[in-house]
């Protein structure tokens, strides 16, 4: 539950200071920064725990996006343009895993209920 809150803040958080970054203020690289670091943390701490092999791959995808998300943020320290294509990566590889993972979920719970239903 708390992890939900905590995803919200700092998504918002990583959300308006990639849009402030434009504006050239000195905080902005540090709140990125912290909601960069903070998001990672979070993704990084709830490991997939089952058996299904395709929610481990990609919970190994979601890992790499998470892990890029502070590599965006030293780069954004370091007034390179770089980062704009490490936030991309990482958020197309995070909107897959979403998508597929929900897919796959629902797909793991129809074949048990069928399993269980003969």
């Not at 791959?57 to 490490?86: D, F, K, T």
Request: glycine share 6%; net charge positive.
């Amino acid at each position: 539950m708390i992890k939900n809150y905590l995803l919200y803040l700092f998504g918002t958080l990583l959300l308006v200071s990639a849009i402030l970054y434009i504006t050239g203020w000195a905080f902005v690289p540090y709140v990125y920064g912290i909601a960069c670091v903070g998001t990672a943390i979070l993704f990084l701490l709830h490991p997939y725990k089952g058996d299904n092999f395709r929610l481990k791959r990609l919970n190994i995808q979601q890992a790499m996006a998470a892990l890029l998300l502070p590599v965006s943020a030293y780069l954004m320290y370091l007034n390179r343009n770089e980062w704009i294509v490490c936030l991309l990566v990482s958020a197309i590889l995070q909107t897959y895993v979403i998508f597929v993972r929900d897919h796959e979920e629902k797909k793991n719970k129809h074949g048990n209920n069928q399993q269980s239903a003969k």
